[in-house]
């Protein structure tokens, strides 16, 4: 039996990208397939060239046959899921398809029926996939096989009962990384790619996960891998990074965990492995990870930076207590301060956002998050919107207040579209809660401009700047930058760990004119800041726009 697994394009682009992250998921699917003794080959889009059509149909002509194409992904990512479909269904070969990730899990039974694979795999699918394979292979009885959907003979959509959580996360291989062309993954990464990229100008990122899923139930979180919150043993995360480490000379390891630090003890025995294999290590390494804010102290943080950690995310979210228990995210604005003074006084960069929009809020709960942000910018915090996504709470109440009229739609054209979910708040005083996050994103976040910009390369440029908080002096190589004149990049200062934006002067220019301009020039321009989700890329389209509009030629040099 012949499989390719097919992982789509971060930035839908027909060139070669290597911005984006890692897909762990499809990794493990692939290292148990090989374990079982199939036949494997692996097709990563961002790393082709080309129309998705033309690189897989080459790919199928090439290696002809293939019995099954698996692919997937989340929710955002569905028009292109669906254009790799298309694309294998069109080919002479006409291997039988199955889907699989996130987009899938949450809505198991209308992506069947619109993208019409032979199977889905939902929830979690390592025993699942094995399970069916297994199946077909021997002619089984589909309707025993937990955790997959597929046609019965009439033709109607079956979806079995998911697979029970996988309890013992030792017993299953590594991720399939080589597969995947890790290496050459790796040799092209820039810091500039993803924000916790920029502690090194060749930064070579280790994406690992030693839990699964979530204690924790917030309204805007779906756990494609199920609600039961299951952790690896501290022996079998190290032994993956001792190889690894070696393997692929890696300088910084990223904790994939959606909670890193439900058990301390645990904690505290990672960092002491770790540091242990920084002493083996000939070169430095640094890690991240996500965190809650509750139950941290200074001792924990202490530890842990002392291990060699960089940077922790939080869930903020907010800092109005109304909206943190609409949220059900069961933490106080007092457990914030303190991890925000606790963090930063320990050297430990934060990355965190506030997003607003919960049904719970009002003009008065934005206002409480905001002028907490504009007292401690310096943090770093983040600005943006809460999205309903496909199997949240907040997805189910969006369809049962009508909200979100047809799944499909919404899907497909406006998941990543903001919009009125509150219950107090009309679609008019919603836009104005939009411009005024927005205007005081763009007042109040810190920023600094190049002394110099130096171009070593197509696309890759040296960049001198001080740091708008410790006021050091720093120099950053390696940057992708798409145009010199115009840019936003998100930065973590490396001797005082804070983040701001490094901007050209271009760039600097066009928000201070927007908030000098945008009182006096009504709704056109305000209408430029309502339908964003991240703020500040939507100043960088907005700023396109003007450019057009008064013909300046921006030239890449």
């Known amino acids: 039996m012949k499989i390719l697994l097919v992982f789509s394009r971060s930035l839908g682009r027909e060139d070669v990208n290597y911005n984006y992250l ?7 699917i692939s290292s148990v397939l090989k374990k079982a003794k199939y036949h494997v080959d692996i097709l990563n889009l961002n790393h082709k060239q080309g129309k998705i059509e033309e690189v897989i149909h080459k790919i199928l002509s090439d290696q002809w046959p293939y019995d099954f194409v698996c692919t997937g992904g989340l929710s955002p990512f569905y028009r292109q899921i669906k254009e790799i479909i298309e694309a294998i269904r069109r080919h002479q070969s006409a291997p039988r398809i199955i889907l699989g990730g996130g987009l899938i899990s949450s809505e198991p039974e209308l992506m069947f029926k619109v993208l019409n694979p032979d199977f ?7 025993k699942a996939i094995i399970d069916l394979f297994e199946c077909i292979k021997n002619k089984g009885d589909l309707s025993h096989v937990l955790g997959i959907g597929y046609r019965d003979a009439d033709g109607n959509i079956v979806c079995n009962k998911p697979q029970p959580a996988i309890m013992d996360l030792d017993s299953l291989p590594w991720p399939d990384f080589d597969g995947f062309e890790f290496e050459n993954y790796l040799d092209n990464t820039k810091p500039t790619d993803q924000y916790f990229y920029d502690l090194y100008d060749s930064p070579r990122i280790y994406p690992i996960v030693c839990s699964r899923s979530c204690p924790y139930k917030c309204t805007f979180c779906f756990h494609p891998l199920g609600n039961k919150y299951r952790q690896r043993s501290i022996d079998s995360v190290m032994k993956e990074l001792e190889f690894a480490v070696k393997r692929y000379r890696l300088n910084v390891i990223a904790i994939y965990d959606e909670l890193f630090s439900y058990n301390k003890e645990r904690v505290y025995e990672f960092c002491r492995r770790f540091k242990n294999l920084q002493k083996n290590t000939p070169w430095e390494m640094k890690w991240c990870c996500q965190m809650r804010v509750d139950d941290l102290d200074e001792e924990f943080l202490k530890t842990m930076k002392g291990a060699g950690c960089y ?7 907010s800092y109005s207590p109304a909206v943190l228990k609409s949220m059900k995210k069961h933490i106080q604005p007092e457990q914030i301060i303190n ?5 930063l006084k320990n050297n430990i960069s934060i990355q965190g956002n ?4 919960d049904k719970a809020e009002t003009f008065e709960t934005t206002k409480e998050t905001l002028n907490y942000w504009k007292q401690n910018n310096y943090a770093g915090i983040m600005l943006g919107f809460i999205s309903p996504y496909p199997g949240t709470e907040l997805y189910n109440h969006c369809l049962e207040k009508g909200i ?3 799944k499909l739609d919404f899907i497909e054209n406006h998941i990543d579209d903001i919009m009125n979910m509150t219950d107090q708040l009309t679609d008019e005083e919603f836009k104005q809660l939009k411009l ?3 205007k005081t994103s763009l007042k109040y976040s810190i920023y600094a401009t190049p002394i110099s910009i130096k171009k070593t390369a197509v696309n890759n440029y040296g960049l001198k700047f001080e740091c708008p908080h410790c006021h050091e002096v720093l120099e950053y190589n390696n940057c992708s930058l798409t145009y010199r004149w115009i840019f936003n990049l998100m930065i973590y200062c490396r001797s005082c760990r804070r983040r701001f934006f490094l901007v050209s002067r271009l760039y600097r220019y066009a928000i201070k004119s927007f908030l000098l301009l945008q009182p006096i020039m009504g709704k056109r321009l305000n209408m430029a800041a309502f339908n964003t989700k991240n703020t500040l890329i939507r100043v960088n389209r907005q700023i396109k726009r003007l450019n057009k509009k008064i013909k300046l030629l921006v030239y890449e040099t």
Do not use: H, Q, R
Request: glycine residues 14%.
């Open 22 to 28: 890692f897909p762990l998921g499809l990794a493990y």
């Open 404 to 406: 979100i009229k047809d």
């Open 436 to 438: 005024e996050v927005f």
């Open 339 to 343: 991890a925000v003074n606790l963090t």
């Open 354 to 357: 506030f997003i607003f929009g």
């Open 311 to 317: 940077m922790v995310s939080y869930g903020f979210e």
């Open 120 to 126: 889905i795999v939902y929830g979690e699918g390592e």
